[in-house]
C-alpha cells in the first residue's frame, strides 16, 4: 500500500501542471503517506500505549474528513448545474455536522467505524449527481477519455466496497483483518483509477 500511494504520488507531482483539476489528488497522496506513516509509528510502539493509539485514532478521523473534503470537491469541479452545485455543498456541510456529533458521542471509543460508515454513505449522492449529467448530457466524448469519469467511478466503488468491510470489520470477530486487508486492497484500485484519469486528456467543466 505504501509503495502504490508513493508511485501515486510522485506521479501526480509530475501531472501537476498538466491537469488542472487533479492538483489536489497531490495533496492527497502525500496526507495518506503520512496517515500510513501514524499506522507504522502506532506498530512500533509498546503495545497499549496510549498516545500512539490516540494519535492514530485522530489522524485516521482527520483523514477520513479530509478524503470527503477531496473527493466532494473533485465531483464538484464537473457538475454543471447550478441547482445541482448547491445540493452537493449543502450535503458536504450535512456531512460536516453528522461527523462533529458522531465523533463527540463516540470518543473515547473507536470513531473510525462510523465515521468511515458516514463518509460512504455521504459521497453517494454526489456521485450519483455527477453520473445523473453525464449520461444526460449531449458531449459525445468518450468515456475513456474523460478524467472526471475514473475519478467518479474510483470514488464511488471505493465507497460502497469499504462501506461493507466495515461493517465486517465490526461484526466478523477474528475475521475482521481480513475485511481489513480488502479494504487495503479497494484502495489500490481507487488509486490506479486516479492515475489513469492522468492518462486522459485534460477536461474543464462546461459552463452552466
Same mark, same amino acid.
Given at each position: 500500500m505504501v509503495f502504490i500511494t508513493l508511485i501515486a504520488f510522485i506521479f501526480s507531482l509530475k501531472q !501537476?501542471?498538466?491537469?488542472? #483539476? &487533479?492538483?489536489i489528488l497531490s !495533496?492527497?497522496?502525500?496526507? #495518506? &503517506?503520512l496517515a500510513e506513516g501514524m499506522e507504522f509509528y502506532m506498530y512500533i510502539s509498546p503495545k497499549g500505549d496510549r498516545f500512539a493509539v490516540l494519535l492514530a485514532s485522530l489522524?485516521?478521523?482527520?483523514?477520513?474528513?479530509f478524503e470527503f473534503c477531496v473527493f466532494s470537491l473533485l465531483i464538484l469541479r464537473y457538475i454543471v448545474g447550478?441547482?445541482?452545485?448547491?445540493?452537493?455543498k449543502l450535503n458536504t456541510v450535512i456531512f460536516f455536522i453528522a461527523e462533529i456529533i458522531l465523533f463527540f458521542r463516540t470518543n473515547p471509543r473507536n470513531s473510525i467505524i462510523p465515521l468511515g460508515l458516514l463518509e460512504a454513505a455521504a459521497i453517494v449522492p454526489p456521485c450519483i449527481i455527477y453520473y445523473y449529467e453525464l449520461f444526460t448530457s449531449m458531449n459525445t466524448k468518450a468515456l475513456k477519455d474523460r478524467p472526471s469519469f475514473w475519478v467518479v467511478t474510483g470514488i464511488l466503488c471505493q465507497g460502497i466496497c469499504n462501506?461493507?468491510?466495515?461493517?465486517?470489520?465490526?461484526?466478523?470477530?477474528?475475521?475482521?483483518?481480513?475485511?481489513?486487508?480488502?479494504?487495503?486492497?479497494?484502495?489500490?484500485?481507487?488509486?490506479?483509477?486516479?492515475?489513469?484519469?492522468?492518462?486522459?486528456?485534460p477536461e474543464e467543466r462546461a459552463v452552466a
Open positions: !501537476y501542471g498538466q491537469h488542472r #483539476f &487533479l492538483r !495533496y492527497y497522496f502525500a496526507f #495518506f &503517506l489522524w485516521d478521523d482527520a483523514l477520513t474528513i447550478a441547482g445541482r452545485r448547491l445540493a452537493v462501506s461493507s468491510l466495515t461493517i465486517s470489520m465490526e461484526y466478523m470477530g477474528r475475521f475482521g483483518d481480513g475485511a481489513y486487508d480488502f479494504g487495503i486492497l479497494f484502495y489500490c484500485i481507487l488509486f490506479l483509477l486516479l492515475l489513469r484519469a492522468y492518462k486522459s486528456s
